[in-house]
């Protein structure tokens, strides 16, 4: 029985042109201290499913599932009220773009400080201690005096950092990190996938990572599940994945890694399909 | 392979350039130089890909606009050609211009929204080769949208009409209107997928061949460099801090900042993978 249970998610969008299907049939489970890494490339409703889950997603939205559980609750039928309790506190996420992610007029210290109080009903004084022991948690440098300083005044790494210690403020069960490390540089990619791992392992939390990025699976993910166009290709283990895909679109995706050029030539998405369709 | 006979004039040659962005003051802060290049030197062979290679604020893209000719450096010396090239004291002429092009990295933003594909791609040839009759033109510019993998009915499309990937092929048509010997990628698939990126590395790769292009390929991805590249420079704060063909480099590199971004980076090794996979295990049956 896994923390989250989702079968077959279906996410429509109406847009001007008639429905647009984005996620169609997924099943998705993690389990409790689990990394799980949706992987796929733009368009293919990675990032939908799980915004699906978060209540992210706009008006026009028609998401649909035969089961959205998360801990033997099902998420679909919570009041707004539950869902406030669950959504920001066991759930929480982080995004791709830090620094658009932390509202500019305020201080970081204010912002992680507003969670504490608001979501854990700590006083003032509480929540500055233990905001804190957050920022030295995630590794900020000089956490006194960054407390005080405004989402600019850091770089995107130091911002990538306080959403970490924004979404780890309430001790969650799921943490969901769409992109985190896709704006960062490759040294500043590696501290924040070190420092996810850490704490996944520390809090003992299941990750659900969203990525493009093959590399990115390689160094972190249990399981994996790849997505295209909406649907599920393939789902196994990190290491069967990449020892033996079974789905010609994975396999595709893994012989268009530049490092895995063999020859002149890299082999491309389209050229694997075409050949897989006339076998 | 190695970019080292030096029988030939190189295409291109940098020796110590320098480039000062003064930042002004305001209100709250004083007026400060940034030195973004602290002389860097390199130089690039006929046919061959020269890749920069750093990470944000390294000074990467300074140096691609140098030599891209929209930039005038602060200091130091720019030959194209093994010619002397000072813009700051004349502006390049269509010859020159003709030479030298440049892709940048977001296609999104490098085209104009409003203007058509095909008026994209002529354009270049109205204003440096006003000679040419329009309907050569038409001509020439239809014939590139193929070599770059694009049907004719794209002709008179927009680009809103177009994929990321496609779009990067007309910017890339675009760039190659004018005949240019040097062209200069800023980062021309970081803003693509996977599966595109291998189409245009693969197209880049045919027009290299077909039109003895050299390029100046700028990059923050180790596994696309060591893909195109023939000689690299890791740059760090402005300054070269390791020059060296690629095999040289990816086998022992000698910089301290050089192994740093070779650690850094994902590996997609299955025997990496086995070996993470078995130390997560064990930590976990310790718990």
């Known amino acids: ?279 | 392979m190695s970019g080292s006979t030096p029988t030939t004039t190189p295409v291109v040659e940098g020796r110590a350039i320098v480039q000062d962005y003064h930042v002004p003051g305001s209100m709250f802060a004083r007026a400060k130089t940034v030195r973004a290049l602290k002389g860097v030197d390199f130089k690039v062979e006929k046919g061959k890909t020269l890749a920069i290679v750093g990470e944000s604020g390294s000074g990467k893209s300074t140096l691609a606009r140098v030599i891209a000719l929209i930039d005038a450096p602060s200091g130091g010396e720019l030959l194209i050609d093994g010619e002397k090239v000072d813009i700051s004291a004349r502006r390049p002429g269509p010859a020159m211009r003709s030479k030298v092009q440049m892709v940048f990295q977001n296609p999104y933003g490098s085209l104009n929204p409003r203007q058509k594909v095909g008026d994209v791609l002529m354009e270049p040839l109205i204003i440096n080769k006003p000679e040419i009759t329009a309907s050569e033109r038409r001509e020439r510019a239809e014939a590139m949208l193929a070599k770059v993998g694009l049907m004719p009915e794209h002709f008179n499309r927009y680009p809103h009409m177009f994929s990321g990937g496609q779009r990067q092929r007309i910017a890339i048509a675009r760039a190659l209107m004018l005949n240019p010997s040097l062209l200069v990628l800023d980062e021309p698939v970081s803003a693509l997928d996977l599966s595109v990126q291998a189409q245009v590395l693969n197209l880049l790769a045919d027009l290299q061949d077909e039109f003895a292009l050299t390029y100046v390929f700028v990059s923050h991805d180790l596994s696309v460099v060591r893909y195109i590249a023939d000689d690299v420079m890791v740059i760090s704060k402005g300054e070269a801090v390791e020059i060296g063909t690629r095999e040289a480099l990816f086998a022992d590199p000698q910089h301290a900042y050089t192994r740093q971004l070779f650690a850094a980076t994902p590996v997609t090794d299955v025997e990496a993978i086995r070996a993470r996979v078995a130390k997560r295990k064990a930590a976990k049956a310790l718990a």
């Open chain 1, 1 to 279: 029985m896994g923390l989250l249970n989702i079968r077959n998610l279906t996410v429509k969008f109406a847009t001007a042109t008639g429905s647009f299907t984005a996620v169609d049939g997924i099943d998705v489970t993690v389990d409790k201290g689990e990394v799980l890494a949706i992987v796929g490339e733009s368009g293919s409703g990675k990032s939908v499913s799980m915004l699906a889950v978060m209540g992210l997603l706009p008006d026009t939205a028609t998401i649909t599932a035969d089961e959205m559980t998360y801990d033997g609750r099902d998420i679909s039928k919570l009041s707004k009220a539950e869902r406030r309790q669950l959504i920001g506190r066991e759930i929480t996420m982080i995004f791709q773009e830090p620094i658009a992610s932390l509202n500019p007029s305020f201080t970081t210290g204010y912002q992680i400080e507003e969670v504490l109080r608001l979501n854990l009903g700590m006083s003032r004084a509480e929540a500055r201690a233990r905001a804190l022991e957050l920022f030295k948690a995630v590794g900020i440098p000089e956490p006194e005096e960054k407390l005080n300083s405004y989402p600019h005044q850091m770089s995107g790494g130091q911002c990538q950092r306080v959403m970490i210690a924004i979404a780890i403020a309430s001790q969650p069960k799921l943490l969901i990190a769409d992109e985190p490390t896709t704006a960062l540089d490759v040294t500043i990619q590696k501290q924040i996938l070190d420092l996810l791992m850490k704490l996944q392992e520390d809090y003992g939390m299941a990750l659900i990572l969203i990525t493009h990025d093959m590399g990115v699976v390689a160094e972190t993910a249990d399981r994996v599940v790849v997505q295209y166009k909406g649907k599920k290709m393939e789902e196994a283990d990190v290491l069967s994945l990449f020892e033996n895909p079974q789905n010609p679109y994975t396999r595709a995706l893994l012989s268009a890694l530049p490092e895995n050029a063999t020859g002149d030539r890299l082999p491309t998405v389209s050229d694997f399909m075409a050949l897989e369709g006339t076998k």
